[in-house]
């Protein structure tokens, strides 16, 4: 019985006639099942005697059906390998791919085209003292951007102001209003020329459409010997022309007021409609943007980093970036900037092979 079993399993041209043999020895009608049934009406002696015989055919069987099986399995393997090829040439499965937000395209956009200008990027604490934040810039006490409902102070500057140990340059008593406060460690860390742009985020206590207590801005900064208005206004055309990549920009200098600058001015961009959508750029313009503030840099922010205003003079100017990329990506309101809405990510994302250059187009 023993030889016929194994002489059919090796015979077993394919898995299925293989698993016929299986059941016809092993299966619950199987014959070696019928055997091993036939024990339990054995006597003592004879089960002695037939036991081994009938486990030794169950086992011998069971171990020819496993190495037949994976002989075909091999068999089966090779033709499959031998057969198949694979086409490289297939594109891979797709799979998620993040994407840049805006407002970091944005800031690599800025200190691409200002590294073009001879500017390097500064930057600083967002935790910041009065002295750097507010005194320093010429912002008197009385000015309304720091009273309570304008500046997140931080309880430990308050504590210590109430107890009389606050040090307005040493304590660390706000969170930075703008990035200005980088300028003033600049001008206090490097000897002029100095040529620097400092983007990073900033607060104030303001919400809506157009606004957020959190929001980018990008400051810029010139010290050096005879610096005009004129340098100041060629440098903002330069960037506002790389940055929309039109050479149609026209600008509007408007007086205007800021404490740290003097004289100060806004800056207009014009816009032409197009099916109803303010485009910026246009020999002609339709209207008039403001998109940045800035002036010369005033005698007294000068003074309070220990230079000489009758030898150095200089310009600032400062624009939120998150407006920026409103403006030019055509977004209409800020607080999507911040809700992680994956949706909104992927639609206004730029890939990370984006990587702006002036040769290839900032806003590639």
Known sequence: MRDH??????????????DACRVEALGKQGTITALLKTLGKMTPDERLVQGPI???????????????????ERAALDARLASE???????????????????????????????????????GPEIETDWHNFTALNIPET???????????????IDAKAAGTADEKTTFSLLRTHTSPVQIRTMLSQKPPIRVIAPGRTYRSDSDATHTPMFHQVEGLVIDKGITLGHL?????????AFFERDDIVLRLRPSYFPFTEPSVEIDVGYTLVKGKRVVGGAEPDGWLEILGSGMVHRKVIEA???????WQGFAFGCGIDRLAMLKYGMDDLRPFF??????????GFSSLDVPTLSGGVGA
Not at 7 to 18: M, R, V
Not at 305 to 311: K, S
Request: aromatic share 8%; glycine share 8%.
């Open 305 to 311: 980093c220990g230079l000489d205003p009758d030898e």
């Open 54 to 72: 009938i486990q030794g055919l169950r086992e011998a069987v069971a171990n020819g059906i496993a190495e037949r099986k994976a002989t075909l």
């Open 85 to 123: 090829t694979l086409d490289m040439t297939l594109p891979a499965d797709a799979t998620p791919a993040g994407t840049i937000h805006p407002v970091s395209q944005v800031m690599d956009e800025l200190a691409e085209i200002f590294a073009d200008l001879g500017f390097a990027v500064a930057t």
């Open 143 to 157: 000015h309304p951007a720091r009273a309570m409902h304008d500046t997140f102070y931080l309880q430990q500057g």
């Open 339 to 348: 809700d992680g809405d994956i949706r909104w990510l992927k639609h206004y």
């Open 5 to 18: 079993m194994l002489t059919a399993i090796a015979a077993a041209s394919g898995l299925d006639a293989l």
């Open 233 to 241: 206004k060629w440098t903002l055309e330069t960037f506002v022309k």
